[in-house]
């Protein structure tokens, strides 16, 4: 309850609202390692996007609709599965290296695997 009450505060106090943040660091990197499915670190993406999600939740908490630490949680999981879902385009891209743009690949090198297999078709 006391949570609640103190995110409700955090929606108009500036200062109070980085404090509470910075105290609630250990929450959101829990939420997020769960959502996530691995631990989240402080360096990884999935804190970023959590860190805002948990930002946004204060800053739309409603304390009719429940408990401030599950309407965050659920906030941070729907973020993160957005975030999943913008990341999926990126699946099919094949990384090359540099040299494949500048015309100094040798064609039989490791390092060009798309130009085997454009040769191949």
């Not at 106090?13 to 929450?27: C, N, Q, S, Y």
């Amino acid at each position: 309850m006391q949570t609640s009450t103190q995110a409700v505060r955090a929606r108009t106090d500036e200062p109070f609202l980085e404090r509470f943040i910075e105290a609630h660091e250990a929450f959101v990197l829990r939420c997020a390692s769960r959502h996530a499915g691995f631990a989240v670190t402080r360096s990884d993406d999935e804190y970023s996007v959590a860190l805002l999600a948990f930002y946004e939740a204060i800053k739309g908490y409603d304390p009719a609709s429940g408990p401030f630490g599950a309407y965050a949680s659920l906030v941070i999981g729907r973020r993160l599965a957005d975030h999943y879902r913008s990341q999926h385009r990126f699946d099919a891209e094949t990384p090359l290296a540099p040299q494949t743009f500048d015309g100094t690949v040798d064609r039989e090198s490791a390092d060009a695997p798309c130009s085997r297999r454009s040769r191949s078709r």
